[in-house]
T-cell receptor, first 114, second 114 residues
Framework: GDSVTQMEGPVTLSEEAFLTINCTYT??????LFWYVQYPGEGLQLLLK?????DKGSNKGFEATYRKETTSFHLEKGSVQVSDSAVYFC?????????????FGTGTLLAVQP | KAGVTQTPRYLIKTRGQQVTLSCSPI?????VSWYQQTPGQGLQFLFE???????NKGNFPGRFSGRQFSNSRSEMNVSTLELGDSALYLC?????????????FGQGTRLTVV
C-alpha cells in the first residue's frame, strides 16, 4: 500500500543553519504531498503542500518540491530559528477518490539551539 | 473563525471501560477524520466521516467506532479499553474532500488507560 518514509530524528542544529528533512513516498497513483508541523502540546498545523509533480510548496521560509522521478518531497529551510523547534511530519493524501485520508511519516524532531 | 475543538483535552480511564471523544469541526466543514498518535506507531488513520456517512476506515479493531451528526460534529467511541489504547487522539476537519485538500487539526484528546 501507499506509504511515507522520512528521516529519523532528532535533528539538532544551531540557529541560522541550513535544514533538510528527507521524505520519500510510495503510491499507486499521484498523491498530493504535505508537510505538517507539531509544536509541544498542540495538534498538527499545515506547513506547506504540493498537489502535482514539480510543484513547489513554500511557507515561512520552508520549501519542498514534489519530485515524481525520485518520489521525494524533501523539506528545506535556509536559516532555522529557535522557534522552528518542533516535530515535522511528511504526509501524502491517499489517492483514490474523494477522501481526506492522510498517510504520515514517523515524524522528525527538530531541535534548534541558540 | 473558530478552529477545530476537541473535548475533553485529557481523560484517564480504567481498562475495560469505554470512552467517547468529541470533535467540533470548523464551521462549514463537512469532512471529519480521526487519527491515533502514539510514540510507537506514530499517526494512524482511524476513520473519516462526510455528511454523516463513514467513507473511509483504517485498520483498527471494531472496538473503535465513530459517528457524525447533521451539524458535522463527530464523536468516536472506544469500548473495552486496553492499555495500548493510551494515545493522543486527533480530529481533523476539511471543507469537502479529495486530494490536495488541507486538513485542519484540533489540539487532541490525551487518553490514558490505567
Amino acid at each position: 500500500g501507499d506509504s511515507v518514509t522520512q528521516m529519523e530524528g532528532p535533528v539538532t542544529l544551531s540557529e541560522e543553519a541550513f535544514l533538510t528533512i528527507n521524505c520519500t513516498y510510495t503510491a499507486t497513483g499521484y498523491p498530493s504531498l504535505f508537510w505538517y508541523v507539531q509544536y509541544p502540546g498542540e495538534g498538527l498545523q499545515l506547513l506547506l503542500k504540493a498537489t502535482k509533480a514539480d510543484d513547489k510548496g513554500s511557507n515561512k521560509g520552508f520549501e519542498a518540491t514534489y519530485r515524481k522521478e525520485t518520489t521525494s518531497f524533501h523539506l528545506e529551510k535556509g536559516s532555522v530559528q529557535v522557534s522552528d523547534s518542533a516535530v515535522y511530519f511528511c504526509a501524502s493524501n491517499d489517492y483514490g477518490g474523494a477522501t481526506n485520508k492522510l498517510i504520515f511519516g514517523t515524524g522528525t524532531l527538530l531541535a534548534v539551539q541558540p | 473563525k473558530a478552529g477545530v475543538t476537541q473535548t475533553p483535552r485529557y481523560l484517564i480511564k480504567t481498562r475495560g471501560q469505554q470512552v467517547t471523544l468529541s470533535c467540533s469541526p470548523i464551521s462549514g466543514h463537512r469532512s471529519v477524520s480521526w487519527y491515533q498518535q502514539t510514540p510507537g506507531q506514530g499517526l494512524q488513520f482511524l476513520f473519516e466521516y462526510f455528511s454523516e456517512t463513514q467513507r473511509n476506515k483504517g485498520n483498527f479493531p471494531g472496538r473503535f467506532s465513530g459517528r457524525q451528526f447533521s451539524n458535522s460534529r463527530s464523536e468516536m467511541n472506544v469500548s473495552t479499553l486496553e492499555l495500548g489504547d493510551s494515545a493522543l487522539y486527533l480530529c481533523a476537519s476539511s471543507p469537502q474532500g479529495g486530494s490536495g485538500t488541507e486538513a485542519f487539526f484540533g489540539q487532541g484528546t490525551r487518553l490514558t488507560v490505567v
